[in-house]
């Protein structure tokens, strides 16, 4: 968990972030530069940088919002019996995060995102099987016909988190593929299968999407009271 988490994400501050989500969406959606958006906007409220990048992360143009609406998998129902193709490092460390009791931010268009991110480099931590597990049991119990995993090669140590990936599939009978390549993105918009991610980019671009944290939190007790940070409240 970041240090300072605590206190720039408490009830004092939500309604100014809310507020500042809101503001950020409307200037969006009047083809405003984002950069420029989110300065105007985070200078307004007098906002972190981290704090900044969470509106930022949770904004999003009311287009966008309709589209991601349109196509978003709310049912977990609606993937049994078909393929499944996972934002690698994207889902896993949304988990890793919510285990170690970091914030997870619910945006505007309902997708939940953590604030961790990867910066080119990522190492398995404490939280690491853990997540898998979950997620692993998860969609065991979903019943997809097949998942494919999707991740960054220039990210270091993805070749080992893949590894590690087929093995676990390996010992618990999973249908899993796990594909490192240079491009994840590019192959998950371009697939027609369900789509687990929370990136705007590609979420603005793939066929059909899920929310799997939200999916993941909502049907099962599989993650224990994760702090969820809901700033798109009555954004719709």
Known sequence: MHPQDRALFNRTQRDALCRAVADLSLLLTRDYPGKAALKLVGDRYALSARQRQAISRSACSDRALLDRSRKKIANSS???????????????????????????????????????????????????????????????????????????????????????????????AWPWDVVVTANPDRRLVETQAAVASCDSWVLDRCARWIDLFGMIMSDTTLLSQPWVVDLGKNQA
Not at 93 to 121: F, N, P
């Open 78 to 172: 609606e993937l049994r019996h078909n393929r499944l193709s996972i934002d690698g490092f994207n889902c896993l460390i949304t988990i890793e995060s919510a285990i170690s009791g970091g914030v997870v931010i619910k945006g505007r268009d309902g997708a939940h995102r953590d604030l961790a991110g990867i910066h080119g480099s990522y190492r398995k931590v404490k939280e690491t099987l853990a997540a898998i597990d979950i997620l692993g049991g998860y969609l065991e119990s979903v019943e997809p016909a097949s998942v494919s995993w999707y991740l960054d090669s220039p990210v270091s140590n993805s070749g080992r988190l893949a590894k590690l990936l087929r093995g676990i599939a390996s010992e618990r």
